[in-house]
């Protein structure tokens, strides 16, 4: 970000609010959603103080059918420049929709990132669970050589709880970041037994376009 401004794509606007956070850190940074619902849009419009003309730029369609878009070079140009970053929050009640969590989308994900780019997707799960968690990162794997896991420092093992698994094709020191962001915000970064605890849980599964039993794992 020293020698460019990040370019970055969140699917699910979440109100708004996080993309309206990045344009205010990154003021000149390309903001882009990916929201299924205009209806959500317009609500972040009159709840929200979503300005209409924020430089942010809406697309109101499944990130599946996007993604897939801009791969086969039907969307607009702009749109085609590599991701410093693409971070995934479409949750439907606790539950990705499936067709966002498989391999098939990963590797499409890939194919949009620069070459130090992260992909971030959040989750609800359990710890003492954790077969979505650990299907997720098993199914990662297979299309970055570096996937890690953090939650709250104060998730309770049995109790449901957000989880964001970060992929990359680089090595990233998330410790080192998160050491120094905010004293009063307690991350727990999953270690080695801590996700290899969750890929047996969930059985090493690997979610396809043919087989993710996404609402059944929770």
Not at 64 to 73: F, K, M, S, T
Not at 90 to 115: C, K, S
Not at 135 to 154: D, G, K, M, Q
């Amino acid at each position: 970000t020293d020698e460019k401004t990040p370019s970055m794509m969140v699917i699910g606007s979440g109100g708004y609010v996080f993309p309206r956070y990045l344009k205010a850190v990154w003021p000149g940074s390309r903001v882009e959603v990916v929201e299924i619902d205009p209806g959500v849009t317009e609500a972040a419009v009159a709840a929200f103080g979503l300005d209409r003309d924020a430089p942010i730029r809406a697309t109101h369609l499944d990130a599946r059918c996007y993604v897939d878009q801009i791969l086969q070079g039907q969307t607009p140009e702009e749109s085609r420049e590599l991701y410093d970053f693409i971070y995934a929050d479409a949750v439907r009640d606790y539950a990705v929709p499936f067709q966002l969590l498989t391999q098939e989308f990963n590797d499409g994900i890939a194919r949009l990132l620069t070459d130090d780019g992260a992909y971030l997707v959040n989750l609800i799960d359990t710890y003492d669970s954790g077969r979505l968690v650990g299907a997720v990162v098993n199914t990662l794997r297979l299309t970055f050589p570096h996937v890690y896991v953090l939650t709250s420092e104060l998730a309770l093992p049995s109790l449901q709880d957000t989880f964001v698994v970060v992929a990359a094709r680089r090595q990233i020191d998330l410790r080192g970041m998160l050491s120094g962001y905010n004293r009063h915000m307690k991350f727990w970064l999953l270690d080695n037994s801590d996700v290899d605890y969750l890929l047996e849980q969930a059985g090493h599964a690997i979610l396809t376009d043919d087989f993710a039993p996404v609402e059944q794992m929770l």
